[in-house]
């Protein structure tokens, strides 16, 4: 079983900056493989960033946020970061990390709901 909280979230004004963290518990890992997902109210769920096995030497990122969001990860610590800058009001949604459940491809473009481990999402408001 694969256990994600994440935290972070919060309300910021435009053009601010936030940190999200995803706490990955599991007794085994099939793939870590880790993709930070965002949903916004009548909207579907969006993959915006996406970071495989390794140091973190390769990131994947949605157009909507390259530039701007950075996923990074701490492999002592078993967590996965969404360092988030220059956020627009657009940004406004529930953001959920993702442990991939395969055990063979790639990280990198988002695959099917069911094929990730979902932590619970934590709320993230940018409006003045």
């Known amino acids: 079983q694969v256990h994600l909280v994440e935290s972070g979230g919060g309300s910021v004004q435009p053009g601010g900056t936030l940190r999200l963290s995803c706490v990955v518990s599991a007794d085994k890992l099939t793939s870590r493989c880790m993709v930070w997902f965002r949903q916004a109210p009548g909207k579907q769920r969006e993959g915006v960033a996406g970071?495989?096995?390794?140091?973190?030497?390769?990131?994947y990122y949605s157009d909507s946020v390259k530039g701007r969001f950075t996923i990074s990860r701490d492999n002592a610590n078993n967590t996965a970061y969404l360092q988030m800058n220059s956020l627009k009001p657009e940004d406004t949604a529930v953001y959920y990390c993702?442990?991939?459940?395969?055990?063979?491809?790639?990280?990198?473009?988002?695959?099917?709901?069911?094929?990730?481990?979902w932590g619970q999402g934590t709320q993230v408001t940018v409006s003045s």
């Open positions: 970071i495989p096995d390794g140091d973190g030497e390769f990131t």
């Open positions: 993702a442990n991939g459940r395969w055990s063979f491809g790639g990280c990198w473009p988002p695959r099917r709901y069911e094929d990730y481990y």
